[in-house]
């Protein structure tokens, strides 16, 4: 992962991937993943998304991991709230009441360290990594969360004709990466509308990734 290229897009302002209002995928299908109320969830590479007030306003927890500073130093504020800051080895941890965000590199965060997820919440994470990285991050993620069930929300587009990030994630990519732990269902595709950055015809996917421990 090029830490550089999202540190220097934090630095610079340079976030139009950043959404002004709560994802409405979220809103609508975050109720399959059928989660008691107080159950921890699990956003990797989060930045400051607003999806973070609506779990919390929901009555869930929250654990993130982000690479920037500004981006979470941003999130707190969004919040209202002065987080407690710790250090942990090559992390910080931001903390205050039931959420807490881990700031580095997402590799450096380990199971031990982020403690119980009940489920993954992933908008941004798998599209924002370049097909290189994003073996490595799967078997990542499923290892420091115990394979929590997710939610999965990915692009499919002519990598041809836009070079991403956001990355396009096919069906089968996902399914090469999560069939082996995780019984996969496609619950939504869209189209997205005026197409991706308004360059490109896409489709937006809704993947509810469920095991044995997620009741399925």
Known sequence: MDTAFWQQKWENNDIAFHQSTTNP???????ALSLTKG????????????????LLANGYRVVGAELSKIAIGQLFSTLGVAPKISALGKLER?????????????????????GVADAIYDRA????????????????L????????????????DQNVLAGPPFSVSNEEVQRHYNAAYELTLIASTAVAGGLKGQCAAQENVWLLKNDRSGS
């Not at 931001?94 to 982020?114: K, M, P, Q, R, T």
């Not at 994470?125 to 990542?140: D, G, I, S, W």
């Open 25 to 31: 995928l979220l809103v609508n299908y975050f109720k």
């Open 39 to 54: 159950s921890r969830v699990f956003l990797p590479l989060c930045g400051k998304t607003l999806d973070i007030p609506w």
């Open 94 to 114: 931001y903390s205050a009441e039931n959420i807490d965000i881990f700031v580095g590199d997402i590799f450096d965060l380990s199971g031990e360290l982020l």
């Open 125 to 140: 994470a798998l599209v924002a990594l370049p097909e290189a990285v994003r073996n490595r991050y799967t078997a990542h």
């Open 142 to 157: 499923m290892a420091i969360t115990a394979t929590a069930p997710q939610l999965l929300i990915c692009y499919e587009y």
